[in-house]
């Protein structure tokens, strides 16, 4: 639930970044945004699973080197970056409207596929209380 959580906070980030990228198709000078979380977040699940398998090793000196901390996945959220380095149109704008269509088609799509797991998920714990 955790997840599903942060998925849903960034796909609302997302949907504002998109919306703000299309209004600015015809904006010279404009560099579009996007937002970062699926890699992030797998980062933070490697290095939490990396940890659980490496042995435990603990320093009992100031000089030693300690082990790596797991990042913690329930604090990875969604990161807004600007793309400065490309450019679409000579005027300098790098916004492509269809790529952002697709975008905010696919952003959509996964907050409904979100949205009805968390949906499936408290049918099926309504189902076990009212068995009990």
Do not use: C
């Not at 960034?10 to 949907?15: K, M, N």
């Not at 149109?89 to 799509?109: A, F, P, T």
Request: net charge neutral; hydrophobic share 35%; glycine share 6%.
């Amino acid at each position: 639930m955790d997840m599903l959580e942060a998925g849903l906070k960034t796909s609302t980030v997302r949907r504002e970044i998109i919306a703000n990228n299309i209004a600015n198709v015809d904006v010279p000078g404009f560099k579009r945004s996007e937002v970062s979380f699926e890699m992030n977040l797998k980062r933070a699940l490697d290095s939490e699973r990396a940890a659980r398998e490496e042995p435990s090793l603990q320093t009992n000196q100031p000089g030693h080197v300690a082990r790596r901390e797991p990042l913690d996945y329930r604090k990875v959220g969604p990161a807004v970056h600007t793309d400065y380095l490309s450019t679409m149109r000579n005027d300098g704008n790098n916004v492509d409207i269809e790529q952002e269509v697709m975008n905010l088609v696919k952003n959509q799509m996964q907050y409904t596929m979100m949205i009805d797991r968390i949906g499936s998920t408290f049918g099926k714990w309504n189902s076990f209380i009212r068995m009990a």
